[in-house]
């Protein structure tokens, strides 16, 4: 099993920056790739970037490209998302997922049905 733990969400204005955190616990040499999806109030779970833990690559939506960039702390099993210029469609409770079999990694489309997800932390964007 896998733990995930997100902080890091908060209110914010147009244009603003926030950095999420996700950290993750338990059997996690297992895990092949992890990625954020974010969920608004009425709509479908949508992909935000997708990054793969021993190749250290990334991939994002195009609705974030440019704007939000994936870190990890190996050290302490953390992965990090900052995310800048942010707008108020940004807003919605945001997931952190974690996948095992490297072969259901590659759509950010799919990352709502990895393995692992944590409890999602709140990210709200104002005008």
């Known amino acids: 099993q896998v733990q995930l733990v997100e902080s890091g969400g908060d209110s914010v204005q147009t244009g603003g920056s926030l950095r999420l955190s996700c950290a993750a616990s338990?059997?996690?040499?297992?895990?092949?790739?992890m990625g954020w999806f974010r969920q608004a109030p009425g709509k479908e779970p949508e992909g935000v970037g997708l990054?793969?833990?021993?190749?250290?690559?990334?991939f994002y939506a195009d609705s974030v490209n440019g704007r939000f960039t994936f870190s990890q702390d190996s050290a302490k099993n953390v992965l990090y998302l900052q995310m800048t210029d942010l707008k108020p469609e940004d807003t919605a409770l945001y997931y952190c997922?974690?996948?095992?079999?490297?072969?259901?990694?590659?759509?950010?489309?799919?990352?709502?049905?990895?393995?692992?997800r944590g409890q999602g932390t709140q990210v709200t964007v104002s005008s």
């Open positions: 990054f793969y833990l021993k190749a250290v690559r990334s």
């Open positions: 338990g059997n996690t040499a297992r895990v092949s790739c």
């Open positions: 997922a974690a996948q095992r079999d490297f072969r259901m990694c590659g759509d950010i489309a799919t990352i709502s049905t990895f393995d692992y």
